[in-house]
Nanobody, 124 residues
Framework: QVQLVESGGGLVQAGGSLRLSCAAS????????MGWFRQAPGKEREFVAS????????YYSDSVQGRFTISRDNAKNTVYLQMNTLKPEDTALYYC?????????????????WGQGTQVTVSS
């Protein structure tokens, strides 16, 4: 089973940027579709973005399309989420996860292993 550790969260002003990283253990990382989700207090976990095993296919939620970019480096067992033009409504705990399915993958039930999350707070 893949273990995931997120990092890169923090406090940023609206309009700013952050880059999240998700480091994975295990030799099979490169075979998994990966995803990012977020969860704000009192709200359900929300899909953010996913990327296919080879990085060719990407998919974003409407709320982050054009502002966030997902990428991966299979040699480093790491997936990234570049977040630009951040808004207060982007404030949440951000999780990465590995998918059970090949593609597409955007529902929480499509994903198996989850990290512990990294907090992103955007001030207005």
């Amino acid at each position: 089973q893949v273990q995931l550790v997120e990092s890169g969260g923090g406090l940023v002003q609206a309009g700013g940027s952050l880059r999240l990283s998700c480091a994975a253990s295990g030799r099979t990382f490169s075979s998994y579709t990966m995803g990012w989700f977020r969860q704000a207090p009192g709200k359900e976990r929300e899909f953010v973005a996913s990327i296919s095993w080879n990085g060719v296919l990407v998919y974003y939620s409407d709320s982050v399309q054009g502002r966030f970019t997902i990428s991966r480096d299979n040699a480093k067992n790491t997936v990234y989420l570049q977040m630009n033009t951040l808004k207060p409504e982007d404030t949440a705990l951000y999780y990465c996860a590995t998918a059970w399915v090949r593609w597409p993958a955007s529902r929480p039930s499509d994903f198996g292993s989850w990290g512990q999350g990294t907090q992103v707070t955007v001030s207005s």
